[in-house]
């Protein structure tokens, strides 16, 4: 065998993909390298030290698909959209027909399914763990034919991260699968960095805490139900000091988010199927209201700073610790719903404790209560998450928490939407009776739609007319 014959080729020497290059390397197998811009392939395969010996540069897509061992399979790590379909178009031209395409940048499912559709080899893999992960251990949500995916599992198991001994590679389901649960992977992402934010806000303006000692309580929950990569971070950033002014470097950021749009994805998705992600809705809402800093300047000089001191000890930081706790419940609630409308959607069978499983390493949502949630999970795959048994007791003990924190907030102008969505969701989640049965009468007043009774079977109306 040519010595130079590579085990599966890369495209796209991005921050994303020159790491996974090196990690496949590492791993042992052999991969050919090919970016547009041609230069950045002597710098990679200078930077790459001793893995050198495991990498093919190539400088055309000619000349990577003549470097890898039939059959093929080549992954793009570009960004997503009208690049991926240019790469396809020219890879299929030069591959045999039963090479395999991999996207494993964050595309729209939609487009996987589609780019599926067209019959050859492709595969969608949903890849979360950043620059860190995608070097020492990514997760990975696979999307496709099952059997494309089996021949490309053993490098993919090898470069994921590791559970406890089992890799975090994980093949979802047909198509756009692994694209879908990446995008709901993100939206939980957004919802869990604002309730996070949350309560630094809490903490900064109802409390008064500087950055270092809020640095300190992420610190501390950092230990127990809350122990996640998230909260590890965020202590991290609220404890960094700024070299040039000597100032916590959260007061030098500006309070203005940036979005790459998976969040909103995973919010349509949720509009689309009727699915109440409202928790998630609420983090990619806030992200856009950040980003309009000249007209949140202008309200405050109209309106005044919303937010009031808190009274000393009228908010503890266990209770802002459980109320984090339960706005998490119902976050994921929400997104398990959610995977379970899409897989009902989309004819898949998405494997519900599987994603929770391949979601506790390497991901940036990794946290130690997915394993609890892959437990509950395992129990009774098609159940509410907030009605296991684990999680119903745990909003049992955290919910009076999660109100006092958001009536508190909402008293003293702290902006808090993620935990009050997740608050009302829960709120309604457990209401027999709610007020639909007023919108049913408005709804069949002026429209004639009609409506179910209490005490008989089929569609009534009511004595509008005759009142
Ligand atoms: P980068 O911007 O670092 O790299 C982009 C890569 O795509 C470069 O190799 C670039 O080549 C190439 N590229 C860009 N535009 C074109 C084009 N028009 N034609 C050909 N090649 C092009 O991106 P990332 O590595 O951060 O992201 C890559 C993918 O991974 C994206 O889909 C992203 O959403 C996803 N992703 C990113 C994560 C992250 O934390 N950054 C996490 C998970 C997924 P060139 O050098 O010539 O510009």
Redesign the pocket.
């Known amino acids: 065998m040519d010595n130079h014959a590579a085990d599966i080729g890369l495209i796209?020497?991005?921050?994303?993909?020159a790491n996974l290059a090196l990690n496949i390397a590492e791993n042992g197998f052999r991969v050919a390298v090919h970016?547009?811009?041609v230069e950045?392939i002597e710098g990679f395969m200078h930077d790459a030290g001793p893995l050198t010996s495991q990498l093919v540069a190539c400088d055309t897509v000619e000349e990577l698909i003549r470097a890898i061992k039939p059959p093929r399979a080549v992954i793009l790590?570009?960004?997503?959209g009208p690049?991926v379909d240019?790469?396809i178009a020219t890879l299929r031209a030069l591959m045999d027909d039963d090479d395999i395409v991999i996207d494993?940048?964050?595309?729209n499912f939609q487009d996987t399914n589609r780019r599926a559709a067209s019959g050859a080899p492709f595969l969608g893999i949903g890849?979360?763990?950043?620059?860190e992960g995608?070097r020492f251990g990514p997760s990975i949500m696979g999307g496709g034919r099952k059997v494309h995916w089996d021949r490309v599992a053993p490098i993919l198991q090898a470069i994921a991260a590791d559970y406890q001994g089992t890799p975090c590679a994980t093949w979802m389901g047909e198509g756009g699968a692994g694209h879908a649960v990446k995008t709901v992977h993100n939206g939980i992402e957004y919802a869990d960095m604002q309730m996070i934010a949350e309560a630094y806000g809490i903490m900064r303006d109802g409390m008064g805490l500087q950055p270092a000692q809020i640095g300190a309580v992420f610190e501390g929950w950092n230990t127990g139900a809350l122990k996640s990569y998230l909260m590890e971070i965020s202590a991290t950033v609220s404890k960094a000091v700024d070299p040039q002014t000597n100032a916590p470097v959260l007061d030098i950021i500006l309070d203005r988010a940036g979005q790459?749009g998976t969040g909103r994805w995973t919010a349509i998705e949720a509009q689309h199927l009727g699915v109440p992600a409202t928790v998630i809705e609420a983090a990619v809402a806030a992200r856009n209201l950040s980003s309009r800093l000249e007209m949140r300047i202008k309200g405050e000089s109209l309106f005044g700073a919303a937010p009031q001191r808190l009274a000393d000890g009228q908010l503890t930081i266990d209770t802002l610790g459980n109320a984090l706790i339960a706005g998490k419940i119902m976050c994921y609630t929400q997104g398990f719903e959610l995977l379970a409308a899409l897989s009902a959607a989309h004819n898949w069978t998405l494997p519900m404790p599987e994603i929770a499983k391949v979601w506790r390493e390497g991901c940036i949502i990794r946290s130690t209560m997915l394993n609890d949630m892959a437990n509950a999970l395992s129990e009774s795959p098609d159940a509410n998450l907030m009605f296991s048994d684990f999680f119903a007791r745990l909003m049992r003990e955290t919910q009076t928490d999660l109100r006092q924190t958001v009536s508190l907030a909402a008293q003293s102008g702290l902006p808090a939407p993620a935990l009050s969505a997740g608050l009302s969701y829960f709120d309604m989640m457990r209401t027999g009776q709610s007020t639909a049965n007023l919108i049913q009468a408005q709804r069949d007043f002026f429209g004639a739609h009609g409506f179910e009774r209490r005490d008989a079977e089929g569609a009534h109306h009511g004595p509008w007319g005759s009142n």
């Open positions: 796209g020497l991005g921050t994303m993909g970016n547009r811009t950045k790590m570009v960004p997503a690049v240019e790469y494993a940048g964050n595309a890849v979360s763990g950043g620059e995608a790459k």
